[in-house]
């Protein structure tokens, strides 16, 4: 075993404090890599809080990870020591069933191994995630960093990158088509990037006519204020595809009115129930809603190789560890543009 350490929280009610643990060390098909930036997602305080009552203790969060490979295993053929490397949301799969056969692994039939608060497989040892010096992971679920990234900005596309890329890649968004997205945060940011990347019409979608301007320095094409009765009928039936980020529970009838015949909505940012939908807002117009959660291994390295053709990363914040509980508190005030993200050097 490698000794490790990182930023923990004890139970529910703590904040992160400094945490020693150990690592299992490479195994023949391993990856070692030596954490240089590590993202903050919302699902970390969600989790660090036992929001969704599935919590697990100590925690160490964070799986939004960008480092340089320290060591490999023997068997390792995709990766040499000194690689910039990314870890995302899982580390690990059954890798037999149909879904990760599929290169799916986030739906694995028997439940990904998640980057932290999770197991390791066959194991009661707890998984501990990118607020630490260092991670271990298995070849398959490492993905490479493009070098032309900034990759302190990086770090946040393993988990709101991918999250968005996925759904917009899954209804094949291209020139010629609308595509409006709901939410300007961490995941709203980077689906505007993406979508207009892709080569759509982008409409940002938004309660704040305040984030008009900045959604345009993204890419947004336009900007439609849902919460004016005028402009939402002026859009009515006119969307191939929104993409919803909205993070808490909320009314969806109002949206799938702005889609056209056989459109869709993808819902990546709630997991908690929704409004009841209204049947017929589904019904007349053969519309859909669909869930998407983050992307399989391939398509996250597929994600990755598309930033570096375009050039995108996320909009991020600089932090230093010592300052995580501080930017904990911003992120649950909504009060960051758009992603932090914690120089790990600070750990030191």
Request: aromatic share 6%; proline share 4%; glycine share 12%.
């Amino acid at each position: 075993m490698a000794h490790a350490h990182g930023y923990a929280v004890q139970d529910a009610k703590s904040p992160l404090v400094p945490f020693q643990f150990e690592r299992r060390e490479p195994g023949p098909h391993d990856v070692c890599v030596d954490i240089l930036y590590c993202g903050i997602c919302h699902s970390d305080l969600h989790q660090a809080r036992n929001d969704w009552s599935n919590s697990l203790y100590p925690m160490v969060p964070g799986h939004e990870i960008v480092g340089r490979v320290s060591a490999v295993g023997a068997h390792v053929k995709n990766f040499k020591v000194g690689d910039i490397a990314g870890v995302g949301c899982m580390v690990d799969s059954c890798r037999q069933c149909a879904a990760c056969n599929a290169d799916l692994e986030q739906y694995c039939a028997e439940g990904a191994t998640w980057t932290y608060n999770g197991t390791e497989r066959g194991s009661d040892k707890l998984t501990f995630g990118g607020y630490s010096d260092h991670v271990v992971v298995e070849e398959r679920f490492v993905v490479k960093v493009p070098g032309n990234l900034d990759i302190k900005a990086v770090a946040p596309l393993l988990c709101a990158g991918i999250t968005t890329y996925s759904p917009l890649r899954h209804v094949k968004v291209g020139a010629g088509q609308k595509v409006g997205v709901i939410g300007l945060g961490g995941l709203g940011h980077m689906g505007v990037k993406f979508a207009k990347a892709m080569g759509a019409h982008v409409v940002m979608i938004t309660t704040s006519p305040d984030k008009g301007k900045d959604a345009k320095r993204l890419g947004a094409d336009d900007i439609l204020v849902s919460r004016d009765p005028a402009a939402m009928a002026q859009h009515a039936g006119s969307f191939d595809f929104l993409l919803n980020t909205i993070p808490v529970g909320h009314d969806v009838n109002p949206y799938l009115g702005l889609l056209k015949l056989d459109g869709k909505m993808g819902m990546v940012g709630v997991l908690t129930a929704i409004d009841p939908i209204i049947g017929g807002n589904l019904i007349f117009g053969r519309k859909s809603i669909f869930g998407s959660g983050i992307g399989g291994m391939a398509e996250t390295q597929e994600m990755l190789d598309f930033c570096g053709k375009h050039n995108i990363v996320s909009d991020v914040e600089m932090i230093a560890i010592k300052d995580v509980n501080h930017a904990w508190e911003r992120m649950e005030k909504n009060d960051v543009r758009y992603r932090f993200v914690i120089d790990m050097a600070t750990l030191a």
